[in-house]
């Protein structure tokens, strides 16, 4: 999983999720973390709906997301708009201009054509949605992806839900915390501030956080270390009560099957 943002000329900006076709909207969703706003779904026009892109739309109708469609590899001379078109409605997914409501557009990443387009689409959904985030309130963000880097220590990739994050913020996540050190997008320019939908590397928490963690500003590093002792001890329990009833299945099941 990937986190990137883009800057239109008009000077909004878009932060895009790379979720290669697996299970991401689901499993997030299924912590409580209301990450995607808008599921674009590509589809080679050379090629025909694949298994992991029928995968993705319908984890993307699991999660209630609302989806764009980008046909694209349109310069290529074997690339097939209609009979991938085709394929998208027979799964019920009814494009605009054949009898639903879902945006689609043609795109080429070779040559450029249709991006500025698909921009379009994606703003303008966000729009009918009315997608707002409150700024005036602690900052709160999700964890996309995390690693522990051998010279910086713990690195989490977080996408902000709403407030502001700054350096020097004391912050808990999940079950670790720590004092944000740097923030940088993903081209490794340092960031000074982050506001909703934004997306950054942030360094400083003791320990590497789970994806889907919720990342919270607090007051103090008090109550941070109380906040993340706390839940270190439920998942610690948690994983107790877990393994047991494991090893009690087993046992139940030689007495019952007489295994050795």
């Given amino acids: 999983i990937g986190a990137y943002e883009v800057q239109t000329e008009a000077g909004r900006r878009i932060a895009f999720l790379d979720t290669p076709g697996h299970e991401a909207f689901t499993a997030m969703r299924a912590r409580g973390a209301k990450l995607t706003d808008i599921a674009i779904i590509v589809v080679a026009a050379d090629d025909q709906v694949m298994p992991q892109t029928r995968e993705a739309i319908s984890h993307a109708q699991a999660a209630g997301v609302p989806m764009v469609f980008a046909i694209n590899k349109i310069d290529l001379p074997e690339a097939n708009v209609d009979k991938v078109i085709a394929e998208i409605l027979e799964l019920g997914v009814y494009l605009e201009q054949y009898g639903g409501d879902v945006p689609w557009c043609k795109t080429s990443t070779v040559t450029g054509e249709g991006i500025l387009n698909l921009i379009e689409l994606i703003l303008l959904s966000a729009e009918l949605l009315d997608l707002k985030a409150k700024k005036d309130v602690p900052g709160e963000a999700i964890v996309v992806e995390s690693r522990l880097d051998t010279r910086m220590g713990s690195v989490a990739t977080v996408l902000m839900r709403q407030g502001a994050l700054r350096r020097g913020d004391i912050v808990v996540c999940g079950a670790v915390s720590g004092r944000i050190r740097r923030m940088e997008n993903e081209r490794g320019t340092e960031i000074k501030e982050l506001g909703p939908s934004d997306v950054a ?13 919720v990342l919270n500003q607090v007051d103090s590093e008090k109550t941070a270390r109380a906040i993340s002792t706390e839940r270190q001890q439920i998942r610690l329990e948690r994983e107790k009560y877990q393994n047991k009833s494991s090893l009690q299945n087993i046992f139940a099941r030689i007495k019952e099957d007489q295994i050795n």
Avoid: E, H, T
């Fill in 201 to 213: 590397r942030i360094y400083g928490l003791n320990a590497v956080p789970k994806a889907g963690d």
